[in-house]
């Protein structure tokens, strides 16, 4: 497989800095860059470069500031981190920060959610992602026999996922489906490990057999269902007969 000069100039920048591995593999390139002074498995950052044109630049490596450009034509990048995998058109790597910013058709999967938007800053040390445009978040629950099920489904124009996914934070027309109830609001606090989710402005919340809740705030208590109302609220509920 033959580089352009530009690419031969990035491999070489790479090798260089000491820290960043780069191997060929049929069309894809890889290289992982670990934290200064720390070479634990577990703080390797891995990026494929995937490209159907393995003649055609690919992306800069600035050799001071350890910040990589990548950007293949006609593919897409590849990042691994720790337990999650990003993809993205272009990706900005800053090695000394252990941060990226992702770029277009961007994607996170991890084993308990999937996620995509427009673009995206990724903080590894803190694992910290901050998601923006289009956004759509999918969270899984594991079920005994190893299946996963939908346990909960976040469009906004913001979403920041923390603590590893446990905790999320919507902003800007946030929708949320839970397996029995949708939600409407301005903003979303939602914590996985506490059980708690906290709808703010303009909410509205819907159960599948026909209530209606709606108010400026509302606190649910995941654990026992029950949801605290604030401020003006307005309520609509079906009254159902002795069946």
Excluded: C
């Excluded at 026999?145 to 999320?168: F, P, Y």
Aim: avoid cysteine.
């Amino acid at each position: 497989m033959r580089l352009s000069k530009r690419l031969v100039r990035l491999v070489g920048g790479l090798l260089l800095v000491g820290a960043l591995i780069l191997v060929s593999s049929g069309q894809d390139l890889i290289w992982a860059a670990e934290k200064a002074g720390d070479s634990k498995d577990g703080d390797i950052v891995k990026v494929i470069i995937h490209t159907e044109r393995p003649d055609a630049e690919v992306g800069i490596f600035q050799l001071e500031k350890k910040i990589a450009v990548i950007e293949p034509a006609d593919g897409y990048v590849e990042v691994l981190a720790k337990d999650s995998r990003l993809t993205s058109a272009k990706l900005i790597y800053n090695q000394a920060d252990d941060a990226a910013e992702l770029m277009g058709d961007v994607t996170v999967t991890r084993e308990d959610l999937d996620a995509q938007a427009d673009s995206m800053l990724a903080d590894f040390a803190q694992e910290t992602y901050t998601l923006e445009g289009s956004v759509y978040l999918k969270q899984w629950e594991k079920e005994e026999n190893g299946d996963r099920t939908a346990k909960l489904e976040v469009w906004s124009h913001w979403l920041q996922i923390q603590e590893e996914g446990r905790r999320l934070l919507a902003r800007g027309d946030v929708r949320v489906v839970e397996t029995d109830r949708k939600a409407w609001a301005d903003e979303l606090e939602y914590d996985d490990e506490q059980e708690v989710a906290v709808l703010t402005g303009n909410v509205r919340l819907e159960t599948d057999d026909g209530n209606v809740l709606t108010g400026a705030k509302v606190v649910i208590n995941l654990s026992t269902d029950e949801a605290t109302v604030y401020g003006p609220t307005y309520a609509e509920f079906i009254l159902r007969g002795d069946e």
